[in-house]
């Protein structure tokens, strides 16, 4: 089964069945795996972010970002992003130094408080801490990037339509409900331009596709729960592909549990369940010629 991220056909999902890996120079929507971590790109990106490669799924999910929209022609001078719920992650800084103007959003310091993001350091204060790593030149950041305080469950109906690519890192898990973190990702293609793409990273149930963690702080996203996505968005012409593959080397059989390792950490217990990090990429539809 030949697999593209963007099938010629209108409005369609592809769902790899052969059981070949996921690999991270060409992503599709998938599971991180140690192979993944291995591969130069994934070295490269976390260059990129000042930061010493490990085996670690939160720095995966950065790589993977990034390499999803630069494999896609997506960080190129003159393109707009849209981040959520953007934290003190680093990833608007590097956007901006390819040229690329950002509007990065987060949750509004009264509620974030409420929430625990504020003392555990997962909160963007505003704009100034997302470049904290020297990883754009002040000026440049200071003319590319702007910040706003935002809902994910409320996008502003201004922001339809006016981005290239969107984004948002292991935060849509967080927003009350499977329902609503699904309904977020196809509120986030909304502000895409025609053409554009969205990618996201979250939690991945990788025991069940029936009992799971819902309606909680965290919410554990099962595979029907994507292709259920996938098929209300492939309806309005979208485009995903998928490889739920989990990887077959060590580290992708390691189980780490609270509290969590800094390093060797792939797949982890929450409450009774294994998860990973899945990332989800859509491509809004080009008009019909």
């Known amino acids: 089964m030949k697999l593209s991220l963007f099938p010629r056909r209108h409005g369609s999902v592809v769902v790899r069945q ?6 991270l120079y060409r992503p599709v929507s998938q599971a991180c795996t140690q192979d993944q971590m291995i591969d130069p790109a994934y070295a490269y990106w ?4 000042a930061e010493v ?4 799924r939160k720095q995966w999910e950065f790589c993977y970002i990034l390499q999803v929209l630069a494999r896609y022609g997506m960080l190129a001078p003159g393109l707009r992003g849209l981040g959520f719920g953007v934290g003190g992650e680093p990833l608007a800084a590097v956007f901006a130094a390819r040229g690329a103007s950002i509007l990065a959003t987060d949750l509004e310091p009264q509620r974030a408080a409420e929430e625990g993001w504020v003392d555990t350091a997962q909160h963007a204060s505003g704009k100034e801490a997302l470049n904290d790593r020297g990883l754009c030149d002040p000026a440049t950041f200071d003319a590319l990037v702007d910040f706003r305080f935002m809902d994910m469950n409320a996008i502003g109906s201004d922001l339809a339509g006016e981005f290239d690519f969107c984004w948002s890192a292991c935060a849509l898990e967080h927003l009350g409900s499977i329902r609503q973190g699904l309904e977020f990702i196809e509120h986030s293609v909304d502000c895409l331009k025609p053409g554009g793409l969205a990618v996201h990273t979250t939690e991945f149930n990788c025991e069940s596709d029936d009992d799971t963690l819902d309606d909680a702080s965290t919410v554990l996203f099962r595979k029907r729960d994507f292709l259920e996505l996938a098929n209300r968005l492939a309806a309005k012409g979208c485009h995903l592909a998928f490889n739920f593959e989990l990887g077959e080397q060590p580290l992708d059989k390691h189980i780490d549990v609270a509290p969590y390792s800094v390093d060797n950490h792939l797949k982890l217990r929450i409450d009774q369940w294994v998860t990973t990090s899945f990332g989800i990429v859509v491509r809004k539809p080009l008009p019909r010629r």
């Open 46 to 49: 976390c260059a990129r972010i």
């Open 18 to 23: 052969d059981k070949v890996p996921p690999n």
């Open 53 to 56: 490669p490990r085996m670690h």
